[in-house]
């Protein structure tokens, strides 16, 4: 067993390209302070929080996570942990990748009751924060996956969600897709889902060695990440930022 002491601080640096605060910035979450400590010549961009008698390194660890994937969403980014630290006294991460800077201003972090929103937050934030365009598919996927576990579920609920589709990018796509393509939700199912996840046939399969897969998928890219967003907002009742400061 551990001799350690419960308080301390659980340090994350952030690999992210949501402009980052200029200076440090305090956000409550969920009865937690989290510091967003900005990068130095030396310190990585840092997220960090105190734990103490009742929230322990393991629960800081946990909600650390539930709350980047609360900022991804918000902010629309990508925003991936990279090495973390707990100490009893406050210790910086070392310097990692560059990003953009500002404010600080982060005025709204979802935080929904539903597990499985929670669960749709954080498969969001992998698929904004994966660098390779296949597994950004599939993570925007997994969302989807959560409403609707058989296929034809998941291809009708597609189909019944494309009118909500706003971003000019995948309305363009889908405009495309329609002149080539008899059933837009089952392309997107079979030709992006399933040839990402399987690889038994190989004639429908994304081959990371064949650029044409892969030019193909990204152009695809801005559709399934809508209908994950569209998933997020309908189904689990999570407000984009936009929304939220409309209301």
């Known amino acids: 067993m551990s001799t ?4 301390g601080y659980c340090t994350t640096g952030i690999d992210t390209d949501i402009p980052w605060p200029s200076k440090e910035v305090a956000i409550d979450f969920r009865g937690r302070k989290f510091h967003l400590l900005p990068e130095t010549d030396s310190v990585s961009r840092m997220v960090r929080v105190e734990t103490s008698t009742g929230f322990t390194r393991n629960d ?18 990508g925003i991936v942990p990279m090495f973390g630290n707990w100490c009893t006294a ?6 990692g990748p560059s990003g953009c800077i500002f404010d600080g201003t982060f ?8 597990p499985r929103a929670k669960l749709a937050l954080a498969l969001y934030r992998e698929g904004l924060s994966v660098n390779l365009v296949p597994y950004k598919v599939l993570g925007f996927f997994k969302v989807i996956n959560i409403i609707r576990g058989d296929w034809r579920g998941q291809v009708q609920w597609i189909k019944d969600n494309l009118q909500y589709v706003t971003d000019k990018d995948a309305l363009a796509r889908i405009a495309t897709l329609q002149s080539t393509e008899s ?9 992006c889902r399933c040839a990402v996840a399987h690889a038994f046939d190989q004639s429908n399969v994304v081959n990371p060695d064949d650029p044409a897969d892969l030019i193909r998928l990204r152009k695809d890219l801005p559709v ?13 009742g999570v407000k984009s930022e936009r929304d939220f400061h409309r209301t």
């Open 90 to 95: 406050p210790l910086a991460v070392g310097k």
């Open 107 to 114: 005025d709204y972090l979802p935080d929904p009751p539903d």
């Open 60 to 77: 800081a660890d946990k909600l650390m996570l539930e709350f980047l994937s609360a900022l991804a969403w918000a902010e629309q980014g």
């Open 183 to 191: 059933d837009v939700a089952k392309y997107l199912y079979v030709s």
């Open 224 to 236: 399934i990440r809508e209908l994950a967003r569209i998933a997020i907002e309908r189904e689990f």
């Open 4 to 7: 350690l002491p419960d308080k």
